[in-house]
T-cell receptor
Framework: KAGVTQTPRYLIKTRGQQVTLSCSPI?????VSWYQQTPGQGLQFLFE???????NKGNFPGRFSGRQFSNSRSEMNVSTLELGDSALYLC????????????FGPGTRLTVT | GEDVEQSLFLSVREGDSSVINCTYT??????LYWYKQEPGAGLQLLTY?????DMKQDQRLTVLLNKKDKHLSLRIADTQTGDSAIYFC?????????????????FGKGTKLSVKP
């Protein structure tokens, strides 16, 4: 079974631009969560989607948004990029049926210049 | 909110046992997890323990949970150079989440394990 895939793997943007990151969960997984990883703050939860609905949201500004499609694929968008948004963005998928394991993708490395 | 703390570094010799420790503040976490991250890679789920368990063993890995002290540990037996990585503990599955969602894990800062040959 294929793992979680994220595209693109690397991205360079300039301040003020917007960016869209994509995540394809493991087949059959209906929950997708997004995390931001930085050296200073570590791993921080952004949001979780299940059945195309946002179920949980972390403490990030409204510039960070996401959505989930009917095939469980998810996208996250960051508008008006700031230098501090440079990070590794990780997506994780899980089955929500009594299983409690989250499987992570390789991440998208975003650099804002 | 939950806070999860870990020591930042651990160095061991190949063949020795490694013990990585973690403390957490929120006892409402239903599950406690251990993840491994190698350079340039995402997170790999190693094991997890349900909050009403004391111990879980999985091949070379042993997880111990002390609920009274809110202390979690991961023991790696016969540590190999391939075990060198950053290890994260995480809590999740608060009873306040509905539908069994585990989507909002709270992570520690990670412990960098170095294994010397």
């Amino acid at each position: 079974k294929a793992g979680v895939t994220q595209t693109p793997r690397y991205l360079i943007k300039t301040r003020g631009q917007q960016v869209t990151l994509s995540c394809s969960p493991i087949s059959g997984h209906r929950s997708v969560s997004w995390y931001q990883q930085t050296p200073g703050q570590g791993l921080q939860f952004l949001f979780e989607y299940f059945s195309e609905t946002q179920r949980n949201k972390g403490n990030f500004p409204g510039r960070f948004s996401g959505r989930q499609f009917s095939n469980s694929r998810s996208e996250m968008n960051v508008s008006t990029l700031e230098l501090g948004d440079s990070a590794l963005y990780l997506c994780a998928s899980s089955i929500v049926d009594g299983s409690y394991e989250q499987y992570f993708g390789p991440g998208t490395r975003l650099t804002v210049t | 909110g939950e806070d999860v703390e870990q020591s930042l570094f651990l160095s061991v010799r190949e063949g020795d046992s490694s013990v990585i420790n973690c403390t957490y503040t929120d006892s409402s976490s239903t599950y406690l997890y251990w993840y491994k991250q190698e350079p340039g890679a995402g997170l790999q789920l190693l094991t997890y323990i349900f909050s009403n368990m004391d111990m879980k063993q999985d091949q070379r890995l042993t997880v111990l949970l002390n609920k009274k002290d809110k202390h979690l540990s991961l023991r790696i037996a016969d540590t190999q150079t391939g075990d060198s990585a950053i290890y994260f503990c995480a809590g999740g599955g608060s009873h306040m989440n509905y539908g069994g969602s585990q989507g909002n894990l709270i992570f520690g800062k990670g412990t960098k394990l170095s294994v010397k040959p």
